[in-house]
């Protein structure tokens, strides 16, 4: 029997939807059931139930977006670190592998190659946004498992929830048989508040950038074969492959779902930070070679996005 913790959340109810498609037995522990944070409790279950393998969605990432988490600081603390570091701990301790959902926004920006080779951008600015568009692929690389995050409270611009995020993966890393997975900015054809494409579709203004997305269904299929491939544990970068600029993605919006809408962009980033956004957002560029030669498979990112465009279905039809 699988253990699935958040199942109540955006990503949860994914895995909810993919366990159940495949018809794999799982059990779900909501909040309100268990206090998460604490250690004896959670080893007191997990001794009982003696799930194989626990998958940990659950997680604090403030509303309407990230913004929240700035104010928000004692729950965000609790649901992003001390959570996931009482889950490590009592798995450890009784042998139980466990996945635990990340985030790829411990990173921002992407590697340029250009007169002095490969070097990190960070600054994805709209003008370097519509070079990223102009320059062939093999000019420009995403961040690969093995570098260091770069957007953490360990530089000097983070957002408290990508801080949290991070000081979470340090701690539990090294802890047991443990998944740690990196989506960034999942979307599929549901709309709903934390679906990038939805928050596209109603944000009043958009913030010009380049990113890696995770479609949340191939999301969640791809960490459940991790898991039942068995293959080696570690940090994975579970995103659809490829990268996309809001400007394609806007683009695509208006070519099949809403020709009738017309969409406004922030100037810069100094409009957009003055205006709409209290913290730093990442905007990054993901790889994802370690985990299709692991041999799990992620159709690419603009193909994903067709699909759920084609297949839109809005919040009040489903
Ligand atoms: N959505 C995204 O854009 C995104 C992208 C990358 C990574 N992630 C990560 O994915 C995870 C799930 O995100 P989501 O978007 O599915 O969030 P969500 O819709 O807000 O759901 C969060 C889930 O976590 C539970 N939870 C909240 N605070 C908790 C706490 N202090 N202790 C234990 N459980 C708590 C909630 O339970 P209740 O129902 O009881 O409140 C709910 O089941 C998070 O760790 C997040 O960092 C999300
Ligand atoms: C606020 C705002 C954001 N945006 C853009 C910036 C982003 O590219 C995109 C989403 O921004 P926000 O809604 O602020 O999302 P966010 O920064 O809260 O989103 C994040 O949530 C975290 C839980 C996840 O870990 C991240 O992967 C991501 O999904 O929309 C606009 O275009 N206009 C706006 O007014």
């Known amino acids: 029997m699988i253990l699935l913790l958040g199942s109540s959340g955006y990503l949860g109810r994914a895995f909810q939807t993919i366990l159940d498609q495949r018809g794999e037995k799982y059990t779900t522990l909501p909040r309100s059931e268990a ?57 450890s301790l009784l042998e139980i592998p466990f996945g635990h959902v990340s985030s790829g926004c411990l990173y921002n920006g992407a590697y340029l190659n250009g007169a002095h080779g490969w070097n990190v951008e960070t600054d994805l600015t709209q003008d370097v946004v519509g070079e990223i568009i102009n320059r062939s692929p093999n000019m420009i690389r995403g961040f690969s498992e093995d570098d260091a995050p770069n957007f953490t409270f360990r530089q000097s611009k983070c957002s408290f929830y990508s801080g949290s995020k991070a000081l979470a993966e340090e701690a539990i890393a090294d802890l047991g048989e443990c998944y740690l997975w990196r989506p960034r900015l999942p979307f599929d054809h549901f709309d709903h508040p934390k679906n990038y494409l939805s928050k596209l579709l109603r944000y009043e203004k958009l913030y010009s950038n380049v990113n890696s997305l995770s479609h949340r ?62 913290a730093a957002r990442s905007n990054c560029i993901l790889e994802t070679n370690k985990l299709i030669e692991a041999g799990v498979q992620m159709r690419p990112v603009k193909e994903a996005l067709e699909e759920a465009l084609r297949f839109w279905k809005p919040e009040h039809l489903h």
């Open 217 to 278: 269904m191939d999301f969640a299929n791809a960490c459940l074969d991790c898991w039942k491939q068995r293959v080696p544990f570690g940090i994975y970068h579970v995103t659809n492959p490829g990268y996309v600029t809001t400007s394609e993605v806007v683009e695509r919006i208006q070519e099949i779902l809403r020709p009738d809408k017309a969409f406004a962009f922030w100037k810069n980033d100094l409009e957009f930070y003055t205006h709409a956004a209290d």
């Open 35 to 91: 206090n998460h944070t604490r250690f004896s409790s959670l080893t007191e279950w997990l001794r009982v139930h003696q799930p194989e393998f626990v998958i940990n969605a659950a997680g604090y990432t403030g509303r309407p977006n990230v913004d929240a988490c700035e104010k928000a600081r004692g729950e965000t603390l609790d649901g992003n670190v001390l959570w996931p570091i009482a889950l490590a701990h009592a798995c």
